[in-house]
């Protein structure tokens, strides 16, 4: 939003505010005016996106999904790892994860192709696609023969399809297959569950004679590691006298604590030594300077710190807490009589006997907190000193202790090393003896490890694609894809769009609302207005007659009833009922980019100004770029330029329009270096005064802000300023920036023109009010001609 600080008052609009007008649109209606700017989008959008859907659909082959549901016993112990005492024979989460890869295995993939011959199923090969076929027609018309897939090719095709899963927590495993015909999917299916009992029935007798086997002879290993480790630590511990406590070794726990203090010693001594450094900054200060800042900084203390008590560990002493109580009463009492210093001075004079008193006593109470500060320091000192020794002691006691603990550290690491050796090997012989009983026990008679609990038929509905489904996506994703383009499109969109968005960013009114003329309906009735109309003869005049060609400049005057005449109408209207009107006469008018119909607005109001029977003037002011005298005097060869230099009068410049009176100062003339400087010197402040005598109304057609600096070098000699905005074009931060680094304009700005506005594109922008700029409202009292 603009804002400029510069400026003494805001600009706003001069009509009363009734309070609704500020209520914005709602959610509903903006929804409805993004759908109605980006319907066009969306429903593109969404049309190619069910086009595409429907493409897959027709392409895609249908898929069917046969299953055959097992269920998995207890399976075999696992012999490399160590069990629990009480076996778990309920859930074996792990076994159950090694089944189902083994359903999904390379190897049961591979003799299920074999056996069904599935390297020529059409589901294998690629066949079965529609975009298979159109790629294998597009090779043979280049002349590539296509390659016979591979066995890892159909394996991985398989895999694929294949899926294996645990369903919910029991012991019970689904395996699906997809294929395009149900019945080849029922029979792959079975096929893999067949081959997983076969290949599971051959592998459990080598299974059990390979296992017993390897039991027995390790756990003669175990045991025999087991005792060797366990008199190895027996030997060490009777060799050496080690005594330990509650698993530890008693120079341990003693080194451990010796630490623990030496930490909290040393932490005591470093806070103390802070604090007395503290101490001595302090009173280094106050002998160099003794203000009130000085002597207030042992306020920086905390109570801690000031009577010493910093949590020391046990042995250590404490001072006094009653010297933070001195200090503060002593401070308050000097900042009491500095107060009372400063009242008696500012009323009785600096001299007085009672200032000079009352600035005795604050010098005794300033001694006395340096004497409290010094009293402290000492005790400071002494506590310092007291922890130093302490700490000397503890770091004493704890070498010994190290010197102690050395002798015996060798030892303790081989007992350690060998108590774990000894325990391992114990737990590892129990573990394995568990094992092998179980191994023997289960080995002497035959378990089940599955059973099929539904074999696989073949399904009757297809599972994809789904059709419902993916029309659905592709209406969604089409609405979607659209509404994002459309927002995109929003987002990116920085020009102004409605009326609300430049009362609400530039704080400034909207005077009217300029339509968009067809540019063929305006030549055509200007070109009929042009033949049509004959001057009337006029001696005044002379030979510097405007001369009426075709054009949007005469647009409002050759069609009156038109909505481009009633927008610029309005804008008349608009400067007629400014309360201030009596004492503004010029109005200039700017903008922030050039070719945004400045110009065209100047001449039209102009027009509407003269032909309501008032003397009114345009100036064109844009020295760099006279593109309104190149409309209405195009072969003057005199302008303003040359009456600022004084070489003419203003009588020999001015053109005069033979229908309308209106008259016309061209921007042309002797050419200036700086036209900044030509526009804002004395004589221009002059020319404006005479016009100002002269006319009822003087519009100034000046150059645009952001270019150029003249418009704001002429800001000075000019009542009011209109700043036109092309609708749909202008950035707003552009507006914005040219504002604030103009403020004389801004300050002085009457109000904003919407110019060269799409009015069927305004309602999708300002849905909640668009029907006020209703095209069908309008014919009932003149022509539209607008876009």
């Given at each position: 939003?603009?804002?400029?600080?510069?400026?003494?008052?805001?600009?706003?609009?001069?009509?009363?505010?009734?309070?609704?007008?500020?209520?914005?649109?709602?959610?509903?209606?903006?929804?409805?005016?993004?759908?109605?700017?980006?319907?066009?989008?969306?429903?593109?959008?969404?049309?190619?996106?069910?086009?595409?859907?429907?493409?897959?659909?027709?392409?895609?082959?249908?898929?069917?999904?046969?299953?055959?549901?097992?269920?998995?016993?207890?399976?075999?112990?696992?012999?490399?790892?160590?069990?629990?005492?009480?076996?778990?024979?309920?859930?074996?989460?792990?076994?159950?994860?090694?089944?189902?890869?083994?359903?999904?295995?390379?190897?049961?993939?591979?003799?299920?192709?074999?056996?069904?011959?599935?390297?020529?199923d059409p589901d294998f090969n690629g066949k079965a696609s529609r975009l298979h076929e159109a790629a294998g027609a597009v090779r043979r018309l280049l002349g590539s023969a296509s390659e016979p897939p591979t066995m890892d090719d159909l394996v991985d095709e398989f895999q694929r399809r294949m899926n294996a899963f645990r369903i919910g927590t029991s012991a019970v495993v689904e395996v699906d297959f997809s294929a395009s015909d149900p019945k080849r999917a029922a029979m792959i299916a079975n096929a893999i569950v067949?081959?997983?009992?076969?290949?599971?029935?051959?592998?459990?007798?080598?299974?059990?004679?390979?296992?017993?086997?390897?039991?027995?002879?390790?756990?003669?290993?175990?045991?025999?590691?087991?005792?060797?480790?366990?008199?190895?630590?027996?030997?060490?511990?009777?060799?050496?006298?080690?005594?330990?406590?509650?698993?530890?070794?008693?120079?341990?726990?003693?080194?451990?604590?010796?630490?623990?203090?030496?930490?909290?010693?040393?932490?005591?001594?470093?806070?103390?030594?802070?604090?007395?450094?503290?101490?001595?900054?302090?009173?280094?200060?106050?002998?160099?300077?003794?203000?009130?800042?000085?002597?207030?900084?042992?306020?920086?203390?905390?109570?801690?710190?000031?009577?010493?008590?910093?949590?020391?560990?046990?042995?250590?002493?404490?001072?006094?807490?009653?010297?933070?109580?001195?200090?503060?009463?002593?401070?308050?009492?000097?900042?009491?009589?500095?107060?009372?210093?400063?009242?008696?001075?500012?009323?009785?004079?600096?001299?007085?006997?009672?200032?000079?008193?009352?600035?005795?006593?604050?010098?005794?109470?300033?001694?006395?907190?340096?004497?409290?500060?010094?009293?402290?320091?000492?005790?400071?000192?002494?506590?310092?000193?007291?922890?130093?020794?302490?700490?000397?002691?503890?770091?004493?006691?704890?070498?010994?202790?190290?010197?102690?603990?050395?002798?015996?550290?060798?030892?303790?690491?081989?007992?350690?090393?060998?108590?774990?050796?000894?325990?391992?090997?114990?737990?590892?012989?129990?573990?394995?003896?568990?094992?092998?009983?179980?191994?023997?026990?289960?080995?002497?008679?035959?378990?089940?490890?599955?059973?099929?609990?539904?074999?696989?038929?073949?399904?009757?509905?297809?599972?994809?694609?789904?059709?419902?489904?993916?029309?659905?996506?592709?209406?969604?994703?089409?609405?979607?894809?659209?509404?994002?383009?459309?927002?995109?499109?929003?987002?990116?969109?920085?020009?102004?769009?409605?009326?609300?968005?430049?009362?609400?960013?530039?704080?400034?009114?909207?005077?009217?609302?300029?339509?968009?003329?067809?540019?063929?309906?305006?030549?055509?009735?200007?070109?009929?207005?042009?033949?049509?109309?004959?001057?009337?003869?006029?001696?005044?005049?002379?030979?510097?007659?405007?001369?009426?060609?075709?054009?949007?400049?005469?647009?409002?005057?050759?069609?009156?009833?038109?909505?481009?005449?009633?927008?610029?109408?309005?804008?008349?209207?608009?400067?007629?009922?400014?309360?201030?009107?009596?004492?503004?006469?010029?109005?200039?008018?700017?903008?922030?980019?050039?070719?945004?119909?400045?110009?065209?607005?100047?001449?039209?109001?102009?027009?509407?100004?003269?032909?309501?029977?008032?003397?009114?003037?345009?100036?064109?002011?844009?020295?760099?770029?006279?593109?309104?005298?190149?409309?209405?005097?195009?072969?003057?060869?005199?302008?303003?330029?040359?009456?600022?230099?004084?070489?003419?009068?203003?009588?020999?410049?001015?053109?005069?329009?033979?229908?309308?009176?209106?008259?016309?100062?061209?921007?042309?003339?002797?050419?200036?270096?700086?036209?900044?400087?030509?526009?804002?010197?004395?004589?221009?402040?002059?020319?404006?005064?005479?016009?100002?005598?002269?006319?009822?109304?003087?519009?100034?057609?000046?150059?645009?802000?952001?270019?150029?600096?003249?418009?704001?070098?002429?800001?000075?000699?000019?009542?009011?300023?209109?700043?036109?905005?092309?609708?749909?074009?202008?950035?707003?931060?552009?507006?914005?920036?040219?504002?604030?680094?103009?403020?004389?304009?801004?300050?002085?700005?009457?109000?904003?023109?919407?110019?060269k506005t799409d009015m069927k594109a305004l309602k999708r922008y300002a849905h909640h009010f668009g029907d006020y700029y209703n095209q069908k409202y309008y014919t009932r009292y003149g022509t539209v001609m607008a876009e």
């Amino acid at each position: 939003m603009l804002h400029n600080p510069n400026a003494s008052t805001v600009a706003y609009p001069p009509q009363q505010d009734h309070g609704w007008e500020r209520n914005g649109p709602g959610p509903f209606d903006l929804a409805v005016g993004f759908l109605r700017r980006h319907s066009l989008v969306i429903a593109i959008t969404t049309a190619l996106s069910l086009l595409a859907s429907v493409i897959v659909l027709k392409t895609l082959p249908p898929t069917y999904t046969a299953d055959v549901k097992i269920m998995l016993a207890g399976s075999k112990p696992v012999v490399v790892q160590p069990q629990p005492q009480i076996p778990l024979q309920d859930e074996p989460p792990l076994d159950m994860e090694s089944q189902i890869e083994i359903l999904k295995s390379k190897s049961i993939a591979t003799v299920v192709i074999n056996r069904l011959d599935l390297g020529n199923d059409p589901d294998f090969n690629g066949k079965a696609s529609r975009l298979h076929e159109a790629a294998g027609a597009v090779r043979r018309l280049l002349g590539s023969a296509s390659e016979p897939p591979t066995m890892d090719d159909l394996v991985d095709e398989f895999q694929r399809r294949m899926n294996a899963f645990r369903i919910g927590t029991s012991a019970v495993v689904e395996v699906d297959f997809s294929a395009s015909d149900p019945k080849r999917a029922a029979m792959i299916a079975n096929a893999i569950v067949k081959e997983y009992f076969d290949q599971q029935t051959k592998t459990e007798a080598t299974e059990h004679r390979t296992i017993t086997a390897w039991l027995h002879d390790r756990l003669q290993d175990l045991g025999n590691d087991a005792t060797e480790a366990e008199r190895a630590v027996n030997e060490l511990k009777g060799r050496y006298n080690i005594v330990s406590a509650d698993g530890k070794f008693m120079d341990q726990q003693q080194v451990t604590e010796l630490t623990n203090r030496l930490v909290a010693a040393r932490t005591h001594t470093a806070s103390l030594m802070t604090r007395l450094n503290r101490f001595d900054e302090m009173l280094a200060a106050n002998n160099a300077e003794t203000s009130l800042d000085r002597i207030a900084a042992v306020s920086d203390f905390s109570p801690a710190e000031l009577s010493g008590n910093l949590n020391p560990p046990d042995g250590l002493s404490l001072s006094n807490s009653n010297s933070t109580q001195i200090i503060n009463s002593l401070r308050q009492q000097y900042l009491d009589h500095a107060k009372r210093e400063y009242e008696y001075s500012a009323k009785y004079g600096s001299d007085h006997v009672a200032v000079v008193n009352i600035r005795a006593t604050m010098k005794s109470i300033r001694q006395a907190i340096l004497d409290e500060v010094r009293r402290l320091a000492d005790v400071a000192k002494h506590d310092y000193q007291e922890a130093k020794q302490q700490q000397q002691e503890v770091e004493k006691q704890l070498a010994q202790a190290v010197v102690r603990s050395q002798d015996t550290r060798a030892a303790e690491v081989s007992i350690r090393e060998l108590e774990t050796s000894a325990r391992g090997y114990r737990t590892l012989y129990d573990a394995f003896l568990q094992r092998y009983m179980g191994t023997v026990q289960q080995g002497s008679f035959p378990i089940a490890k599955a059973r099929v609990i539904s074999a696989a038929t073949p399904p009757k509905k297809k599972i994809k694609p789904k059709s419902m489904v993916l029309l659905a996506v592709g209406l969604f994703g089409g609405l979607a894809l659209g509404g994002g383009l459309g927002l995109l499109a929003d987002v990116g969109d920085r020009s102004f769009r409605t009326t609300a968005q430049i009362e609400d960013r530039l704080r400034l009114p909207c005077l009217s609302v300029v339509p968009l003329l067809k540019q063929a309906d305006v030549d055509r009735v200007t070109r009929e207005a042009a033949l049509s109309r004959v001057a009337k003869p006029d001696d005044d005049c002379g030979q510097r007659q405007i001369s009426r060609g075709i054009g949007t400049c005469w647009a409002a005057s050759a069609m009156p009833s038109s909505r481009f005449a009633e927008s610029i109408r309005t804008l008349k209207v608009a400067i007629d009922q400014d309360p201030s009107r009596s004492s503004r006469k010029i109005f200039g008018l700017t903008s922030a980019l050039p070719d945004e119909g400045k110009s065209i607005i100047a001449a039209s109001l102009a027009q509407l100004i003269a032909n309501s029977g008032k003397r009114v003037i345009v100036v064109d002011c844009d020295l760099r770029n006279p593109s309104l005298s190149g409309m209405l005097a195009p072969t003057a060869g005199i302008g303003i330029a040359d009456i600022i230099a004084g070489d003419r009068q203003l009588a020999d410049a001015i053109w005069t329009d033979p229908v309308s009176r209106l008259d016309f100062l061209p921007g042309k003339g002797a050419a200036h270096r700086d036209t900044s400087d030509s526009l804002g010197n004395e004589q221009m402040r002059g020319l404006f005064e005479q016009l100002r005598s002269s006319y009822d109304y003087v519009i100034v057609d000046l150059p645009p802000l952001a270019p150029v600096v003249d418009a704001r070098a002429v800001s000075a000699l000019l009542d009011s300023f209109v700043l036109v905005v092309e609708w749909g074009r202008t950035p707003a931060e552009v507006v914005e920036h040219a504002l604030n680094t103009a403020p004389n304009v801004y300050d002085a700005l009457f109000g904003v023109v919407l110019n060269k506005t799409d009015m069927k594109a305004l309602k999708r922008y300002a849905h909640h009010f668009g029907d006020y700029y209703n095209q069908k409202y309008y014919t009932r009292y003149g022509t539209v001609m607008a876009e």
